[in-house]
C-alpha cells in the first residue's frame, strides 16, 4: 500500500482523504489528494474569464470606438469579423505545433498576444492599427484554444466534458462583469480604455501563474489515453461523417451567439424601444444566463446527462427563444430571453470540443483547430453578414437569419447523437460524461 501511495503522490499532492479515484481525486485512507494540475487549471480558466470580457468588449464600447476612429457600428463589426480572420489564419498551425511541441508554450504565448491587443486599441490612431491588434487577438485567442483544450481533457481525462464546459463558465463570468466595468466608467466619466487596461494587466500576471505551473507530459497524456479508450468505441469513428457533423456544429454554436453578443443591445433599442444604457444591460442578463446554465452542466454531465444530449437540446431551445424575440417586442419579454439565449448557447462550442478529441483523440491539437476554424469562420462571416442585413434596414431579419442557423445545428447535431449511440457501448451512452 505504501509503494501505491508513493505512486499517486507522484502524480497528485496530498490534501486530505483515500483509497481509489473518482473524478480524477484520490482517496487514500482519508485523504484527499488533489489533481497536481490545478494550478495550471487554474491560470487557463482565469484565461477564459478575461477573454469573456475581450469577446464583447468592441462591441460593448461601439459609441467610443465609433468616435475615436470616425466609423460607424458596421465598421466595429468589422473589426469583429478580423479578430474571426486571425483565429481563422492561424487555428490549423495552432493545432499542429499543440500537439508537437505542447499545450503550454501556446497559452503562455496567447497571453502576451491578448495583453498587446488590449493595450493597443484604446491608443490606436487610426482604424487601420486598430484592425491589425484585432487579427492579433484572433491569433491570440487560436493559440489560447489549441493549448488550452486539449490541455484540459488530459489533465482531466474521465470528465472532459465538465471540464470543458467550465471555460464557458468562467467567459460568462467576465461577460457579466464587463457592462458594469463600462456603466462605472461612463458615469464617472472616465477613460473608456480603462475598461481594455485591466484584463490587459491581469492577463501579463496570470502569465506567470501558467508559467510556474505543471502540465501533463506527452507520454503521460497518451498512456491515460490509451487506457480511456481502449474499449470505449465499438468501431473506429468516422471524422468524414460524425467529424464533419461536429465541425458543422462549431460553425453554428459560434454563429448563435455571435449573433446575440453584437445585435442584442441593438434590437433592444430599435425594435423593443430600449434606452441604450438598458439595453446594453440585456447582454449582463445573456452572460448571467451563460453563467448558471455551464455551472449546471459542469454538474449534470458527471451523473446525468451526456454532451451528445446538450448539443442537441440547447440549440431547439435557442431556435424557441428567437421565435418568441420576434414576436414580442416587449422589454420584459426580451430581457427574459435574453438570459434564455445565453442559456441556450452556452458550452455547445467547449462540448462540441470535448466529443471531437474523445472521437478522435489521438490527434487532439489537431481536431481542436479543425473545429475552432470552422468556429472562426463564423466569427468571420457573420459580423460581416450581420452588418449588411443591418444595412439594409430591418434588424430583425438578423434575428430570422439566426432561426436558420439553430436549425442547421440541430440537424447536424441530431446526426452526432444518432452516430455516437452507434459507436460506444452501452455502459458508456449512460454513464460517460
Avoid at 112 to 126: N, T
Avoid at 185 to 209: D, E, K, S
Wanted: proline share 3%; hydrophobic share 50%.
Amino acid at each position: 500500500m505504501d509503494n501505491i501511495k508513493g505512486r499517486l503522490q507522484c502524480n497528485y499532492i496530498m490534501h486530505e482523504g483515500v483509497i481509489w479515484e473518482k473524478h480524477n481525486v484520490i482517496y487514500y485512507r482519508g485523504v484527499i489528494m488533489k489533481n497536481q494540475y490545478f494550478k495550471a487549471a487554474s491560470g487557463m480558466y482565469i484565461n477564459y474569464f478575461l477573454l469573456g470580457m475581450v469577446n464583447i468588449i468592441l462591441a460593448s464600447n461601439m459609441p467610443s470606438l465609433t468616435e475615436q476612429w470616425d466609423t460607424d457600428s458596421t465598421g466595429i463589426s468589422y473589426l469583429i469579423a478580423a479578430i474571426g480572420i486571425g483565429r481563422l489564419l492561424t487555428y490549423g498551425i495552432s493545432g499542429v505545433l499543440s500537439d508537437k511541441f505542447g499545450r503550454k508554450p501556446l497559452i503562455i504565448i496567447s497571453s502576451v498576444i491578448m495583453g498587446v491587443f488590449l493595450i493597443g486599441i484604446p491608443f490606436s490612431p487610426s482604424y487601420e492599427m486598430a484592425f491589425v491588434f484585432a487579427l492579433l487577438a484572433g491569433i491570440s485567442n487560436s493559440a489560447m484554444d489549441a493549448g488550452t483544450y486539449p490541455a484540459l481533457t488530459e489533465m482531466f481525462p474521465e470528465s472532459a466534458g465538465s471540464a470543458s464546459v467550465m471555460v464557458k463558465a468562467f467567459g460568462s463570468l467576465g461577460a457579466t462583469i464587463l457592462p458594469f466595468i463600462i456603466l462605472f466608467l461612463t458615469t464617472n466619466q472616465l477613460f473608456y480604455g480603462f475598461a481594455f487596461f485591466v484584463p490587459a494587466v491581469i492577463y501579463f500576471m496570470n502569465m506567470f501563474l501558467v508559467m510556474s505551473a505543471s502540465f501533463p507530459s506527452k507520454s503521460e497524456a497518451v498512456s491515460k489515453e490509451e487506457d480511456l479508450h481502449s474499449n470505449r468505441f465499438i468501431t473506429e469513428p468516422k471524422f468524414w461523417s460524425e467529424g464533419v457533423a461536429l465541425i458543422i456544429i462549431g460553425f453554428t454554436s459560434t454563429a448563435l451567439f455571435t449573433v446575440s453578443q453584437i445585435w442584442l443591445p441593438s434590437f433592444g433599442q430599435e425594435v423593443a424601444g430600449m434606452q441604450s444604457s438598458s439595453a446594453i444591460k440585456l447582454l449582463s442578463y445573456y452572460s448571467v444566463g451563460s453563467l448558471i446554465s455551464v455551472l449546471l452542466l459542469s454538474i449534470l454531465l458527471n451523473k446525468w446527462i451526456k454532451p451528445v444530449t446538450v448539443i442537441l437540446l440547447y440549440p431547439m431551445i435557442t431556435l424557441l427563444t428567437v421565435i418568441i424575440i420576434l414576436t414580442i417586442h416587449s422589454p420584459i419579454v426580451l430581457s427574459i430571453s435574453s438570459f434564455f439565449l445565453g442559456a441556450s448557447t452556452a458550452g455547445i462550442f467547449q462540448l462540441t470540443i470535448a466529443i471531437m478529441t474523445e472521437l478522435f483523440w489521438r490527434k487532439k491539437g489537431t481536431v481542436t483547430g479543425i473545429v475552432a476554424t470552422a468556429s472562426s469562420l463564423a466569427s468571420v462571416i457573420l459580423p460581416i453578414a450581420t452588418g449588411l442585413i443591418a444595412k439594409s434596414g430591418d434588424i430583425s431579419h438578423i434575428f430570422l437569419f439566426d432561426c436558420f442557423i439553430a436549425t442547421i445545428g440541430i440537424l447536424a447535431a441530431a446526426f452526432v447523437y444518432y452516430r455516437y449511440k452507434k459507436l460506444t457501448q452501452q455502459q458508456t451512452i449512460f454513464n460517460h460524461g
